[in-house]
Structure formats: C-alpha cells, structure tokens
C-alpha cells in the first residue's frame, strides 16, 4: 500500500503519511473489488475525476493486475469455480447467470476469493505451525487471537526477543511462495 501511494502521490516511499497510505490501500483493495470512480471518490472524498485518474494510473502501471482479474473471470466462466493456492475452491453458480447484477457479483468475488482464501490458508497454516512449536517451547508465551493477517501473542517480558525471532521465522515460511511473506512485528502492553 506504501509503494501504491508513492506512485498515486509521485513521491518517494519513506515521505508517504498513514493517511496517503489508507488511500492507497482503498485503492488497491477497491479497484480488485470492482469499485468504479464514482465508489474510489466516495471513499477517499475526492472527485470523480481524480479517482478515475488514480485508477487509470494504477492500471497503466499495473497492467498483470487487469490481466489477472479478467484471466480469473474467464476461468470461473469456464469452471464453475475458483481455488486458493492450496487448492480450497469457491463454486459461483451464478457466474454466468442472465442476471447482470448476480453474474457481476459473482465475478467480484471469483477475483477476490483467492487472494482472500490464500491470505485466509497463510494464516491458518501458519497458526498450526505457530502451535506446534507453542507445544514444545519452554518461553512464557501464548497464542491469544487471530485478526487478518495477524497474530497476537502475550509473551513474558525475559522471553520476548526470542519469541519475536521464532515467530517471524515461523510465519515467513507459512507458505512457499514465488514473492516472500515478510512479517512486521510490534510488541507493547496492549494490541494498541
């Protein structure tokens, strides 16, 4: 999201602010979603005319993201479903329904599901890992929820660097991927 808002904001990635970043990220999110201009300037306050001008630029700088989400449309056409990279499949009956406002539901979520799914395998199968060691360890540490894309733990102050450190390992590694997983972690007395 920090790279897509240097891009939109034409400046260097270490100036983006958390604001121009949450407007990436509604970008980003948004445009795989199907959301048209009108949606992308209702949601950042912006014109209609400067949100079509963000999509635009995204698609001419991104142009694998419009190839995937018009290849992953056609193959849901022509199967029925779509699958997660582990291989979890979501049937879409209603992907080449008549009904235009059923049929574009379904193909928003044929481009959506396996990213979703992916991230939702990730994390699932980083939490196994994550509770196989848990299992073993001697730290003072727990597992205590799972939100997205993360993992909340409490940890006893003396064994917190060396959580951190097997945690990290543990969720990089989740998933083989072409891209590497990189996992931030951030510690304090709360999840705040």
Do not use: C
């Not at 604001?19 to 990220?25: V, Y």
């Not at 979603?33 to 209702?42: D, E, V």
């Not at 193909?107 to 196989?132: F, H, L, Y």
């Amino acid at each position: 999201h920090q790279a897509t808002a240097a891009e939109i904001f034409n400046m260097p990635l270490e100036e983006v602010t958390s604001e121009q970043r949450r407007s990436a990220k509604a970008v980003n999110f948004g445009l795989i979603y199907g959301m048209s201009a009108f949606g992308l300037a209702k949601q950042l306050n912006i014109s209609r005319g400067l949100a079509q001008e963000y999509i635009n630029l995204y698609f001419s700088r991104y142009p694998g993201v419009a190839d995937y989400m018009e290849n992953t449309k056609q193959n849901a056409k022509q199967n029925g479903y779509v699958e997660t990279l582990m291989g979890r499949r979501l049937y879409l009956p209603d992907i080449n329904a008549k009904n235009g406002q059923l049929r574009q539901y379904a193909e928003r979520t044929a481009i959506n599901a396996p990213m979703q799914g992916t991230a939702a395998d990730i994390i699932k199968t980083a939490m196994v890992k994550m509770q196989a060691w848990l299992n073993e360890t001697k730290l003072d540490i727990k597992m205590l929820m799972q939100v997205h894309d993360e993992l909340v733990f409490e940890v006893a102050e003396q064994d917190i660097e060396s959580a951190k450190a097997e945690i990290k390992t543990i969720m990089e590694s989740a998933l083989a991927l072409d891209v590497p997983l990189i996992v931030e972690i951030g510690q304090g007395k709360n999840w705040d």
